[in-house]
């Protein structure tokens, strides 16, 4: 995790960082001037930068949200592209989706050996009749759009904890966000030895200056997964959902367990019929945790969420969840109540 150690203090993030140590940041709700970008994860604050570029000159959100995940998915230290764990056969799958403020909506699977899987994903909404592309035909789509299929090849962290994962192969149930991988269950994001969370996803949502939305999500899925599965990052729904008229919303942690609420769309469901966007969001986590009882103990899963007034919220099932927010006067990662203490 040297590297990912290094990605993180270096540069604008480092700085923010050392900012916000100096801050008390345990608030949950905000509303901010449009523009504004929320993203999830410390990674954020990085990806939000990207973002900001497009946003600050009065760009569309759609751009924006496009190109901020981008700058994660090009990290090879991190853990959302091509430099991620891969799955149980070795190989790294990447997913992801996109949607912007008229329910134009597209989305990648089991996609291998693309460096952008949200461009492809855009490309799939702008240039297909469909709104989803999986696996073999999702590459030969995206090589026939003149993106570089790039060496099947891990990186030196990646094959290095798959031959530790080898060792044990004792693939179970994922548990995302509250095991480490010392002997557990390997999906991310998980809780290191030195205390920093991993994590695997970005999901981001922009409200533009013209005041549209648009949200875009990105993931390896899981380290150490069975070789196909797809989680909730690429379901439009689940991992993504924006309608104008309400507000957006995306989700990170255990996939299957936002798939089986509808996760996203659930939150903006809930924004519509009068919910601030925290109170959509916890309202959405706490059926999660209804629904698994005893084992909610064992998942992370967290939302972030904007209406279309601009104000932003987030709930997450276990503590250690934070998102970034930037707008012109802010630039933050936002501490995120949870469900359990
Ligand atoms: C998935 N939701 O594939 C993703 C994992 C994730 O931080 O969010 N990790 O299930």
Redesign the pocket.
């Known amino acids: 995790m040297a590297n990912r150690r290094k990605f993180l203090q270096s540069g604008v993030l480092g700085s923010v960082l050392l900012l916000l140590n100096k801050k008390a940041f345990s608030f949950n709700k905000r509303t901010a001037t449009k523009p504004l970008v929320i993203s999830t994860w410390d990674t954020g604050l990085i990806a939000n930068k990207a973002a900001w570029t497009v946003l600050s000159k009065n760009g569309n959100a759609l751009d924006a949200v496009e190109k901020g995940v981008m700058e994660i998915e090009s990290s090879q230290n991190c853990c959302v592209g091509l430099g991620a764990n891969p799955d149980r056969d070795g190989i790294v799958t990447l997913?992801a989706s996109i949607m912007d403020h008229q329910y134009n909506c597209g989305s990648v699977a089991f996609l291998e050996r693309i460096k952008h899987p949200i461009s492809v994903a855009r490309k799939v909404m702008e240039k297909t009749p469909h709104v989803m592309l999986v696996g073999e035909g999702a590459q030969k789509f995206a090589v026939a759009e003149g993106f570089p299929l790039e060496p099947q090849k891990l990186s030196d962290e990646a094959q290095k904890s798959y031959q530790d994962w080898l060792k044990r192969s004792n693939y179970h149930a994922p548990k995302?966000n509250v095991e480490n991988q010392n002997g557990h269950g390997s999906?991310?994001?998980h809780k290191l030895d030195n205390g920093e969370w991993n994590?695997?996803?970005i999901g981001m949502l922009a409200m533009d200056y013209h005041g549209n939305l648009s949200g875009s999500c990105t993931?390896s899925?899981?380290g150490f997964k069975m070789r196909g599965r797809v989680?909730?990052?690429p379901i439009i729904g689940a991992?993504l959902y924006v309608d104008n008229e309400v507000g957006a919303c995306t989700?990170?942690?255990?996939?299957?367990d936002?798939i089986r609420v509808a996760g996203s769309h659930s939150v903006v469901e809930m924004m519509r019929h009068g919910f601030s966007p925290s109170q959509a969001c916890e309202k959405v986590i706490e059926r999660i945790a209804k629904i698994k009882g005893e084992k909610a103990k064992d998942i992370q899963v967290a939302f972030i969420a904007i209406d279309k007034n601009g104000e932003v919220g987030s709930f997450a099932l276990h503590p250690g969840f934070n998102y970034a927010l930037r707008n012109s006067v802010e630039e933050e990662l936002v501490k995120v109540n949870s469900y359990f203490a």
């Open positions: 997913d995302i999906f991310a994001p994590h695997d996803t993931t899925g899981a989680g909730d990052s991992g989700a990170t942690g255990q996939g299957e936002v």
